[in-house]
């Protein structure tokens, strides 16, 4: 639907005049204009007339308000367009929907060559992302979800089989998930990178109950614990683990990540917030273990 000025004048409560002033002054809304040259206003551009009013009215000045429209807009357009994807995710993508399993392990392992850190964060973490979103858009089956995390996981478990021991005196972490979070993708991939660094790791997986973690921290008495909660629901897990451990009186530094540890909700949980790249969460949980106690 489009409007000439005066119909936008009339949806919105503004004037014409000050409607065209604004234009003029600070280009704000930037109308198209007909074959005749007339404005014509989309609803996107009543919207910020509409914003640019309340803003007014709050005592903005005109020009500030339009200033703040303007990097709104730039905000919401750079939420709004995704950074491109690494073209090896449809690659994955693809073949997961067909259940084409040696094409799935090839794209991973060569992927993991330069390094499983950038691999992760360009191609695995991505092609996870977008499963689910095809999942939730109803274009691909929970079975092609599974299938690849399962292959995903495997590779995951099978680069860590094959590194080297870690040294005896090396720092340990401890890896768990949030109870009835059963998304451990995160921690496994964490647990990787970990080994790769040289830290001893102690990965309990997915829904861990609070009491069995402070259970296996006091029996392993590692020098950092990381929890990990992917699904919203598992934000108050987060928090009871968390308490659990500090009530216990483990003598480890407590972390937590994942997309449940960040957001209002988690605010009052009693650990640290690890960063989401898990490269950077890795290099963060080992800085602390090698810390500890010195
Ligand atoms: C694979 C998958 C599953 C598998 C998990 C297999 C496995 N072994 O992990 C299974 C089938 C078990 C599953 C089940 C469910 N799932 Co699921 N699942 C996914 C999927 C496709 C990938 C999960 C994943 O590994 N994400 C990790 C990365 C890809 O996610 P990310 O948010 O970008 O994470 C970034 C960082 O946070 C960081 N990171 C991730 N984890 C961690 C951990 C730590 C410690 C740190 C530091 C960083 C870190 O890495 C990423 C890169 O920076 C997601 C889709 C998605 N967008 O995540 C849905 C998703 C997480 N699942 C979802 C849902 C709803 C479910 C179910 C409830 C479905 C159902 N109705 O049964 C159940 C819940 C089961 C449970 N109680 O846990 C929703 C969650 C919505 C929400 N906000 O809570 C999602 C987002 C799908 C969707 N779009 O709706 N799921």
Not at 64 to 69: G, L, R, T, V
């Amino acid at each position: 639907m489009e409007y000439t000025v005066h119909a936008a004048g009339r949806a919105t409560g503004i004037s014409p005049w000050r409607i065209r002033t604004w234009e003029r002054r600070y280009g704000v809304p930037a109308p198209r204009r007909d074959a005749g040259g007339r404005r014509t206003y989309t609803e996107a551009d009543l919207v910020v007339l509409r914003r640019m009013a309340a803003l007014v009215d709050q005592g903005l000045s005109a020009s500030h308000a339009a200033d703040a429209i303007r990097n709104e807009e730039d905000t919401t357009a750079a939420e709004a367009a995704p950074p491109a994807l690494d073209p090896r995710v449809d690659v994955l993508i693809d073949a997961a929907a067909e259940f084409d399993e040696s094409t799935c392990v090839e794209v991973l392992r060569l992927a993991a060559e330069t390094s499983w850190a950038t691999s992760l964060e360009a191609v695995v973490m991505p092609a996870l992302r977008q499963v689910g979103l095809r999942w939730e858009r109803g274009e691909a089956s929970i079975g092609v979800e599974h299938f690849l995390s399962l292959v995903i996981q495997r590779e995951l478990l099978t680069a860590i089989a094959s590194l080297p021991p870690a040294e005896a005196d090396a720092p340990c972490v401890l890896v768990a998930c949030a109870q009835d979070d059963f998304h451990d993708l995160g921690a496994t991939a964490l647990w990787l990178l970990l080994r790769e660094r040289g830290a001893q790791v102690i990965c309990l997986g997915a829904d861990v109950p609070a009491r069995a973690l402070v259970l296996a921290t006091l029996a392993v008495r590692p020098a950092v614990v990381c929890l990990s909660g992917v699904a919203a629901t598992s934000t108050p897990m987060l928090a009871e683990a968390a308490r659990a451990l500090v009530e216990a009186r483990c003598d480890a530094r407590v972390f937590v990540g994942g997309p449940a540890a960040s957001g209002a909700a988690s605010e009052g949980i009693p650990a640290s917030r690890l960063p989401d790249p898990l490269p950077a969460a890795a290099d963060a949980l080992l800085a602390a273990a090698r810390g500890h106690g010195h």
